[in-house]
């Protein structure tokens, strides 16, 4: 009795020792972290949808009178609403008790049983799948005092939606919360009264039947919950173990089969490898600690030994199991022996071997000319604990740069960031919800099956079974655990032998002949036109159509990998029933939305994170559709290019911008070839943004371009003048043979013509990023000077014909130099 009564006092002595003085909940203070600023500081900042800069008041944000802590102030915005740091106001403070996830610019704040799902920019938000309208959308700012990018939301719409009662305080300049509705169970709240959302108390969250937590009325074994959850799966047990075993038929020399599959993915072996991993259960940290170092005890050159505090806070931050990290951390890194553990490093990959996003941070590597291109460093020691992007076609040099460029150049770097990358990419991801060890090997959804955090098969019961060995460290404090098992879709019934006497085999065949045939169907869009047909008996997904849908539009959004087919109406209900979808092929994405405002069901089929080219045909009350690359479905490709755009403006001169000319340019050529469904055309952008250069010239080779050309407008001296086009004489070939040089001199004889202006002729370059990186004939063409006035103002009333001249040069090119497939 006596041991168990310690280990609760021990527990609140351990909250009340990480709480201060500046609010409560029921005899408990809520953490508020000191700002570094107070409300009325002045402070600068930068939009960063339209680049405004601005300087702002700070406004705070209260909880029951109390200053929320957070690194980013608060500040009125221009149609006075008081702006919030989404991540530090409602996702970490304390009082608010919100779960905040994030992907990009697109997250969700959920408290209870309410998630608002919002957009960076978007004046819609949904709230339980519900679309709103927002008086002002959420904006993405940028501190100029810390030197970071911020999220911010108004706060009185969101504390709305949340079920939490605020109030602005224009004396204390200050938006003020406290606890209006908890519209669902609370896991985390202290209260135990029937109705936590009383509002008669002076504090919503005190309880009404017990006011001394560390001598309770019930017995003294801790609280802990337990809860069974089912996530369905939209295939059979046995299909899903077919696909599986298709996708990875061995595993370390080991065969697996359907059969092999059929048995790991219908395993008990272990219940962990079920537990909700998406939340923080307190454990016993001293415990822990002694459990890990135990594991570690004959693991002499461990880089792990003594981490286990920096473990549990990495899983505090990231909102994820810490006994599941411990697991996963000893498994990935050997019990931190592996060779990428520690490592130091005199060589990373870097130039164009380097693959980035938007952003510029790496995220990946690529080969140029069969080999990673590399530079030496001065001697480094990093640590990737898990191996991340260890490629296997070298796994020391990829995962080791990997870690030099996310600056895992200690163990505690490294711990943070593999707990991270986890969280990010499975755990948290909203896309993905892979919040058990399951579902990050057998992914739940057929549409995502393929995004796995592991291809062994065992993976899942492998680091459950370490999470079944230490699961004792769990602590007293209330833990609420959730089981989630997977629920497959009924194996059909066999039959022994099937019936045949009482069949008449020449009426049924009369029957079938007899099936509607004379639906003709209506489809607009850009789609180009295949090499390759889809048909009845040759598809890669075949979909029902909704009874007397007979117009489709169809568009290859290849920006994000999708096919998109939309029709009027809502059908969403019917194009998500699994039975109405026949998948000869793996897909990694099916979604099927309603637009409301244009009553519309948009349809995105996603077969893989590559680039992919379509054939669909509408037939009998199906749609067919095939695809495979885009040179194996397309007969003419080519990749245009509208210089500059978003932060780079290119030449200025006259009142015009570079960027804006080029873009005016290119999408008077898009009109022309939307019309002509010959040529399949990709455009490195269609609006103001930035692609790099890498990011250009990947593009055409990642499609198999048969040609590149890049849109540019010139600038020198206001008396420059004249039409010149760039070619790189050490370039590449087009597969059929035609030159660079080649190339360049059939575009340029239609876009000097179409300017008028001087010819400057065929210039030879051979530094220029897209004309040495992109893998076929590459030019760049250059209309005339922004510098000359008279020119400035011709290009600028003529972009649509200098589009029509692009066009032109491509259509001759393919006519007398056809791709070469």
Known sequence: MRKKKSLITKCSAAVMSLLMAAGSVGNYSIVYAANAFKAGDSFKIKYTHNNKISTKKAVDARWNGKVLGTKMPGYIDE???????????FGQSEGPKVLYKNSGDTFTL???????????????AYVNGKKVTMATPARKVYNYKNDTNYIMVPGAWTAKQLGIHYKWDGTKRAGCMSAATQSGNSGSTTTTASKPATTTASKPTTTTTETKPTTPTKPEKPEVTRKNVTTSYDMTASDYAKEQSKAVPKYNNQVYDQAAYQKKIMSEVNEEQYLQIDTYHNVNESLYAQKMEEMLKNKTNSVLKGKANIIIKAAKKEKIDPVYLLSQTLNESAYGTSDLSKKTITEVITGDSLKKD????????LKVNGKYITKKISSTTVYNLYGIKAYDSDPQLCGSSYAYYMGWTSVNNAINGAAKYVADNYIHNASYQQNTLYKMRYNQKKDNLWHQYSTNPSYAEEIGNKIHEIKEVYDG??????????????????????????????????TAVKQPTTVKYTVTGALPNSRVKASKS??????????KVTKYYLEDKYTSRQLFMSCAGNYVSHFKKSANRSAKSTMSDFTVKYNSDKERTYVYIKPSSSYRGYSVTFNNGY????????????????????????????????????????????????????????????????????????????????????????????????????????????????TNGVTSYKWAANVHNFTKVATGFTNRGLVNRTGLAVLRHTRTASTLTEFGFITNKAEAASMKANTNKYGKAMFNSVVKMFQTNPSKR
């Open 79 to 89: 149609n006075d609403n008081a702006m919030y740091s989404a991540y530090w106001i």
């Open 110 to 124: 959920s408290r209870y049983s309410t998630t608002v799902k919002m957009t960076v920019n978007s004046k819609y």
């Open 623 to 734: 749609a067919y559709v095939k695809w495979g690359t885009p040179k194996t479905m397309y007969k003419n490709i080519v990749v245009i290019d509208a210089g500059h755009g978003g932060t780079d403006s290119g030449a200025v001169g006259n009142g015009l911008r570079e960027k804006d000319l080029t873009l005016s340019i290119v999408l008077g050529a898009k009109k022309y070839f939307d019309e002509n469904k010959n040529y399949a055309v990709y455009y490195t952008r269609t609006t103001d943004t930035y692609p790099s250069l890498t990011a250009r010239s990947q593009l055409a080779n990642d499609v198999g371009a048969d040609y590149f050309l890049s849109c540019h407008i010139n600038s020198a001296s206001a008396t420059a003048k004249g039409s010149e086009t760039l070619y790189n004489s050490q370039g590449y070939k087009a």
């Open 358 to 365: 938007a952003n510029g941070n790496v995220i990946g590597f």
């Open 538 to 547: 040759n598809y890669d997904l075949r979909i029902k159509l909704p009874e």
């Open 477 to 510: 404090c209330s833990n609420t655990f959730v089981y989630d098992r997977p629920s497959f879709v009924k194996e059909p019934e066999t039959t022994t032998k099937p019936t045949t006497t009482t069949a008449k085999p020449t009426t049924t065949t009369t």
